[in-house]
């Protein structure tokens, strides 16, 4: 219910599969935050969101001298590109609007074997 509200503008995301899939339904842009934990495998989503279905944008990777953290400024500036950036951010925006009307026709033309 929370991405298919009109407020919904992205949506922060530990790249786990069923919430990709969901943001993608809902047409709602992601920004790629695969968790330490997961990371291997996370990454590779990650990546596969950014880089190929270009739905989803990352925050910058610091280095050693800030200690490998993520800093606030870093996730502030990815969410406002995503929600309102006019380069990456629109991009992102226009891909997930396109694959979200993929599977809307998707879903119905399947419904409509059934019906």
């Not at 990454?43 to 490998?68: Q, S």
Request: aromatic content about 6%; some cysteine.
């Amino acid at each position: 219910m929370v991405l298919s509200h009109r407020a919904t503008g992205a949506m922060l995301t530990h790249c786990g599969w069923n919430s990709v899939l969901e943001s993608v339904a809902r047409g709602v842009p992601m920004v790629a935050w695969p968790l330490y934990a997961e990371q291997r495998q996370k990454r590779g989503h990650a990546l596969m969101l950014c880089e190929e279905t270009m739905v989803a944008l990352r925050h910058k990777v610091r280095g050693e001298d800030a200690g490998g953290m993520v800093l606030a400024q870093d996730i502030a500036e990815v969410v406002e590109e995503v929600m309102r950036g006019e380069k990456q951010g629109e991009l992102v925006r226009a891909k997930v609007a396109e694959l979200q009307e993929a599977a809307r026709k998707g879903f119905f033309s399947i419904l409509v074997l059934f019906l």
